[in-house]
């Protein structure tokens, strides 16, 4: 599994590093099969003074199971 890391230094970086992970494909393991497909939806989770967080992902297989998975860790250096 490849993990991507990004490092961002604003809150417009930051939108535009998730626009960018929300286009991409990842692969998936729906059942037996690895599929890539788009996420359905993707979000930013990370704990109060924390300097990073994480990129979640929710995938719908083609027989209705929802996955989710990281898809990326941010890492922030805004003041």
Known sequence: MMNNIFKVR???ELNKVLAQLNLQ???VN???EVIKMKPRKTWYLKPPHVPHGTVLALFECPDGTQ????IATII???K
Do not use: W
């Open 67 to 70: 996955i989710r998975k990281k």
């Open 10 to 12: 604003s809150e417009e």
């Open 25 to 27: 494909e990842y692969e």
């Open 30 to 32: 729906c059942g037996d």
């Open 76 to 78: 922030l250096f805004m």
